[in-house]
């Protein structure tokens, strides 16, 4: 009936809008349902995570769901209250940079009905660390439900040099680090939209930047975000940099920027700038995982993030190596009942099946 629902009546009607326009006002939307409790319970009678327990623990972190919510869509920190009521068990704020960032001009997302999957242009548009920082200190927090924050070069002139790219990365960390904000830190790497290309998935910039980083002293799990279209010796010889400094894990991976991996080119708009996601990502991403796990073996945690579209899709992400799996196009194109299928799919995989007591 969800899904019915979803598909036949509510979606249609949400890609006849605009799809910025469409984000904004469902981040509104969570934003006000989560501050009161009856809002978060009516959501969560439909869409809730059954087993109320961490039954995962990832890098000494309880997670109550494999599935997180990817950096970018709760981009400056408002939803946390709302997601997991939604079966999130977790989500990545952000990327936030040192500075505030408008973004780029838009158009900034473009769907492709046909293939799955959106072209992405945002650009970073998010309010900058410290607002964001002082917002998830001000908002209550729901038990159990883990908040990463992801980190990225400020998208502006001011950031493109070398020097001052790594200090941008830096200042957010030791400001999240200072204010104790974040269960965990993504350190994007893999921006497609920044200022000056992505600087740091080379290894010598990487080198560097990590040198400056390890100088920060964070206590907490911290992942590196990766990209997904370098040729395979020049990601390997990312991980062995990243194998040298105190990185816990990998979130394999970014949007895809080939798009020559479009099966239908005639969804591609003429001259559009960005990333894609979705089922257009997924392919690559699984394959990177796969091949991660084999050359490091359990060296890195690795969060499988990239064109998650079924219950289907985040067990063969799983299956090739992932601890925890990590979306957002699923979720727009089948709808909010996708997370609470994968939970409970995954977990009945693991446990055999749901008893009462689990739900204690
Ligand atoms: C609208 C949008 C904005 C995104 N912004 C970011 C971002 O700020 N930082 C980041 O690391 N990834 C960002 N991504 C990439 C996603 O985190 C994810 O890696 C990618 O969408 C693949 O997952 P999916 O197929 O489940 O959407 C963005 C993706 C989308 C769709």
Redesign the pocket.
Known sequence: MKRFLYRKLLRPLLFSMDPEKV?DVFVSFGETLGRFGPGRFIIRIVYGNPIKKGWIEVDGINYRSPVGL????D?NGRLTAILPSISFGSV?V??VTARPCGGNDPP??RRMVKSK??I?Y?G?K?EGVDVIINRLKSRKRIPGFVIGV?I?KTNDELSAGLEEGIEDYCYSLRRLVEEDVGDFY?I?I??PNVHGGEDFAESARLQSLFEAIDKVPYEKPLYV?MPINLPEFEYLKLLAVLDRFRVNGL?I???NKNYEDAPLPEELPDRYRG?L???L??ER?TDLIRLSREKWGGRFTIIG?????SVKDAEEKLKAGADLI???????FEGPHLMQDITKAIYKNNHHQITASDSK
């Open positions: 984000h990817a950096a970018g869509f981009y990545e952000g990327s900034r997302l999957s959106l992405v945002k970073l998010n992801s990225a993504t994007n893999s921006c975000k979130v991976g970014n949007l990333g996601s979705g089922s990502c997924r991403s993030c990239g064109g998650v579209l990590q979306m957002i196009t699923g979720m727009i």
